[in-house]
């Protein structure tokens, strides 16, 4: 397929909600999250959301083994979620930086529930219900977030705890992340 352009913060197609995908298993389904997958890859990102590349559809991807935007997060499952659902299994939220290939360049500390369930759709139409915790609930809660129309530096509550990358954590990739 191809890599695609990924939006950047101040373009008002991300700040529309996503609508729902009616259809699964499709060509066109198969051939967005494709996209998706090479442009995350091209990007070294930790997830995507379709909004990114300008698609105003309820499709996200993430997962990775090992990304070196994150270096000490563990591994999390590659994952095609499909009209998302996430549900706090605990009141409890915790803050870690976050970066986002829409807001290159630039890291933030956000709030995230610590442990949730996710539901939804794989492309094919295959159901997915998952209960997570730490880093990878946070992936979630970042990528579905694309979904609302939602940025990360909108959830930061102390914005002394935002800036460059390359300021906050020398030597470490200062293009962003996600």
């Given at each position: 397929?191809?890599?695609?352009?990924?939006?950047?913060?101040?373009?008002?197609?991300?700040?529309?909600?996503a609508?729902?995908?009616?259809?699964?298993?499709?060509?066109?389904?198969?051939?967005?999250?494709?996209?998706?997958?090479?442009?995350?890859?091209?990007?070294?990102?930790?997830?995507?959301?379709?909004?990114?590349?300008?698609?105003?559809?309820?499709?996200?991807?993430?997962?990775?083994?090992?990304?070196?935007?994150?270096?000490?997060a563990?591994?999390?499952?590659?994952?095609?979620?499909?009209?998302?659902?996430?549900?706090?299994?605990?009141?409890?939220?915790?803050?870690?930086?976050?970066?986002?290939?829409?807001?290159?360049?630039?890291?933030?500390?956000?709030?995230?529930?610590?442990?949730?369930?996710?539901?939804?759709?794989?492309?094919?139409?295959?159901?997915?219900?998952?209960?997570?915790?730490?880093?990878h609930?946070?992936?979630?809660?970042?990528?579905?977030?694309?979904?609302?129309?939602?940025?990360?530096?909108?959830?930061?509550?102390?914005?002394?705890?935002?800036?460059?990358?390359?300021?906050?954590?020398?030597?470490?990739?200062?293009?962003?992340?996600?």
């Amino acid at each position: 397929m191809s890599v695609c352009d990924i939006l950047k913060m101040g373009d008002p197609r991300l700040l529309r909600q996503a609508q729902a995908v009616e259809r699964f298993d499709t060509p066109e389904l198969h051939a967005l999250v494709q996209d998706l997958r090479d442009t995350m890859a091209a990007a070294n990102g930790a997830g995507l959301a379709a909004p990114q590349i300008g698609v105003d559809i309820q499709v996200v991807i993430f997962g990775f083994a090992i990304n070196t935007r994150y270096p000490d997060a563990p591994p999390v499952p590659e994952t095609v979620l499909i009209n998302p659902v996430l549900t706090p299994l605990a009141e409890e939220q915790s803050e870690d930086w976050e970066g986002c290939l829409s807001v290159p360049g630039l890291r933030g500390m956000v709030p995230r529930w610590t442990h949730l369930r996710y539901e939804g759709y794989d492309q094919f139409g295959n159901r997915i219900s998952r209960d997570v915790d730490g880093f990878h609930a946070r992936v979630v809660q970042h990528e579905c977030d694309h979904l609302a129309g939602i940025l990360y530096p909108m959830r930061i509550k102390d914005f002394a705890k935002f800036g460059y990358t390359d300021i906050l954590f020398p030597g470490l990739d200062a293009d962003g992340d996600d």
